[in-house]
């Protein structure tokens, strides 16, 4: 069938809502993700993409997490639990093109409290089920070559490796990201669909809590 244009709505898991990105949710997010930590891998053009303040992180989010006719942005938030409700981090499903049916699915952080938690791969299942389901026959995901945390995490879905494009973006500081490019494809989904299912089934009913993560790092 057709790609289409998903509508924006709420995607609930067990572990995680997707909800869909709107100005009220900056502040919460600024104080989940804007740490040297979650930059230090490339995400945001890398350490110096760092905003050096709220107003900074500001600009930053709307540039990054503004919905448009081709990108549908989302806040990660907790479900159940005493941090229920708690925005953890963003990611977006852009650069749809229906005509070639194909979709990015990136722009991803969370807070380092949730690192190696459910959310990751329950936020995967998520938009990846909402893009396969729209009729997208493709999904890119990408990462900074030397982020290793980020490429191992794609790499655990299922996603085939195509391949390095070289000197593709600057960074704030000047120098030039390599970006290490992966995709799904419809016909690959089902596998990886059930890879993440099992993945989560592992981890039970036991919600995620932010309390519980710190104490553990």
Known sequence: MPARRPAPAPLVGRFVTLEPMTEADVPALERAIRRPEVFAGGYGGGPSGLPADEAAFAVFARASYTPEPDALPFAVRLRGGPDDGTIVGATKLGDLD????????????????????????????????????HGFGRVKLQADAVNDRSRAAI??????FEGVLRRVQRRPDGTWRDTAVYSILADEWPAVRAGLEARLAERGDRVVQLADRAAAD
Do not use: C, M, Q
């Open 98 to 133: 229906l005509d070639n049916e194909s979709a990015h699915l990136g722009w991803t952080a969370y807070d380092p409290r949730v690192w190696g938690s459910a959310v990751n791969p329950e936020t995967k299942l998520l938009i990846l089920g909402l893009a396969f389901d």
């Open 155 to 160: 790499e655990r879905l299922g996603a085939r």
